[in-house]
């Protein structure tokens, strides 16, 4: 049977959040999705601009018009902006009496704008006694358990159990809002506490992940799963959305999640990543599993988190340092070997950007040249007999390392804060030119690589692989 799911909640017109996420979910979860509007929000990635709430008869309305009619399998509740739309859905809810219920306890948004009154709190506290799952994140969590919000997981687990028992309900409890390298969820009662693991991925689009997960639990649950097991299914989906976020190019603040990623997947032409049917978006994405590798070694943590030790950072310095003098030396003989002239001026403006730029910020923390380590040696080497193969090669050789490096800085620099201390490094990655640079030499390579043989394109394609490893043993090298 497909669920009938509705969800009650505002809206997000740039569609990451709100009612456009949940109907999103529902769809990626094989429900049946269904709207009623409590507030319109002009809102985007970049934060809230204003709400406005039609008149609390007309939310009346529109669940009469949805339960006169279909049968309703399971609610979500997210945004309600303020008592007299809470207390419309309770009386609502009483008459109807949908078998799940899930509310999201919406109160404030990641960008930090305010979607419920003040004076609305009490009435949602109230509202969690008449639902099957509460999904607080951790601030929601402790204005309904009425404590100072948690900083630690033990903290948080004893404020939802204190929640669940005092509500008799039961409560998913988010791990998003905390630092390290997992974000854990639970499933919690006032008797157990059932945690699922997972991955946190570094990245800025997280808009609307809360949305999502509860809609993906209210049509999980009215699927037959058990909530632990909903969110174990959630999570995993959860994770790869968020994941895929970033290539969908949406917004400049944080982006939206891509609900429809495991789709994309089996469907070519529908992946998110633009580059996918030209050379280098197939070379990026055959990458994935050592980019993900990337992602997870402790070096690129702790040097996005700041927790980094300085002497490892400054290794890794001095080493880069030697790498980037014969990276700039071989861009210069891969402009020495364009043929077409933009693409000779591109690749020694980069040279000169490699020489420069990037050796001034290195020489503020690395005091004299030290010896190429061995994984340092190993990649230049293999740059300079990717050279030897002309250069169609050679620049096939050479883009993963613009790439790599624009990819993660556009990613790890949200992390950056007054006070990090590898924060200017963050910076250089994310500076839009080094971007643009990237971008550049990306659409440089695609044209080569489609006037190439294809033997030529095997080679490249070999070339490239082989530098994102070399990468991966650079960053697991300090
Ligand atoms: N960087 C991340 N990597 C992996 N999972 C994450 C990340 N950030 C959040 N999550 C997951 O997303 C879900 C939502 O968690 P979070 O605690 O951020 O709730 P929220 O604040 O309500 O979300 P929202 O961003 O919609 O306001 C949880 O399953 C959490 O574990
Ligand atoms: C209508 C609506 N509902 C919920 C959220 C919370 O989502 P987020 O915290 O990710 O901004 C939102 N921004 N807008």
Redesign the pocket.
């Known amino acids: 049977m497909t669920p009938r799911v509705l969800s009650i909640a505002g809206t997000d017109p740039s569609g990451g959040?709100g009612i456009q996420a949940d109907l999103k979910t529902i769809g990626a979860f094989g429900g049946y999705g269904m709207a009623v509007v409590t507030a319109l929000v002009a809102q985007n990635t970049e934060g809230v601009r204003s709400v406005h709430v039609p008149p609390p008869a007309f939310l009346a309305e529109q669940l009469d018009a949805v339960s006169d009619d279909v049968v309703i399998d399971a609610v979500k509740l997210g945004m309600l902006h303020s008592t007299p739309l809470i207390d419309i859905v309770v009386a609502w809810l009483e008459r109807v009496r949908p078998p799940v219920v899930v509310l999201?306890p919406?109160m404030v948004?990641?960008s930090g704008d305010r979607l419920l009154d003040a004076a609305a709190e009490a009435a949602i506290r109230r509202l969690c006694a008449r639902v099957d799952l509460v999904?607080?994140?951790?601030?929601?969590l402790a204005v309904l358990a009425g404590q100072p919000e948690a900083t630690t997981w033990a903290a948080a687990v004893d404020q939802a159990q204190a929640l669940a028992a005092a509500t008799d309900t039961v409560v998913l409890l988010?791990?998003?809002?905390l630092a390290g390298a997992t974000?854990?969820?639970a499933v919690v009662t006032a008797e157990a506490v059932r945690p699922v693991e997972?991955?946190?991925?570094?990245?800025t689009t997280?808009?609307?992940?809360?949305?999502?997960?509860s809609s993906a639990m209210a049509t999980l649950r009215a699927s037959g799963f058990s909530w632990f097991d909903a969110l174990g299914h959630?999570?995993e989906w959860?994770?790869g959305a968020?994941e895929h976020g970033a290539a969908l190019e949406v917004g400049r603040g944080?982006g939206p999640i891509d609900h429809f990623h495991h789709l994309r997947e089996h469907v070519p032409h529908l992946r998110a990543d633009v580059g996918s049917p030209t050379w280098t978006g197939r070379a990026w994405d055959d990458s994935a599993p050592v980019r993900d590798r990337v992602d997870a070694c402790e070096f690129v943590r702790r040097l996005g988190d700041g927790t980094l030790e300085p002497e490892r950072f400054a290794w890794y310095l001095a080493q880069d340092a030697v790498y980037l003098g014969e990276y700039a030396e071989l861009l210069a003989r891969a402009a020495a070997l364009a043929g077409a002239p933009e693409e000779q001026a591109f690749w020694a403006r980069g040279s000169v950007a490699a020489q420069e730029e990037e050796m001034r910020l290195h020489r503020a923390w690395v005091a004299g040249m030290p010896a190429a380590a061995p994984a340092t040696r190993a990649y230049l080497d293999h740059l300079h007999a990717a050279h030897r193969h002309g250069y169609e090669v050679l620049i096939a050789a050479l883009l993963p390392c613009s790439w790599l490096y624009a990819d993660l800085g556009r990613r790890l620099v949200a992390q950056d804060r007054p006070a990090h201390p590898y924060g200017a490094w963050l910076r250089t990655y994310a500076d839009p030119a080094f971007l643009d640079a990237a971008e550049t030499a990306r659409s440089i390579v695609d044209r080569v690589a489609e006037a190439a043989s294809s033997d030529g394109r095997n080679a490249m394609t070999a070339a490239f692989a082989a530098s994102m490893r070399h990468e991966l043993a650079f960053f697991e090298a300090p």
């Open positions: 959040a999201d919406v948004a990641t999904t607080p994140n951790l601030p929601e988010k791990g998003g809002h974000s854990a969820d997972g991955r946190r991925v570094i990245t997280t808009h609307g992940t809360g949305c999502s997960l959630a999570k959860l994770t968020i944080n």
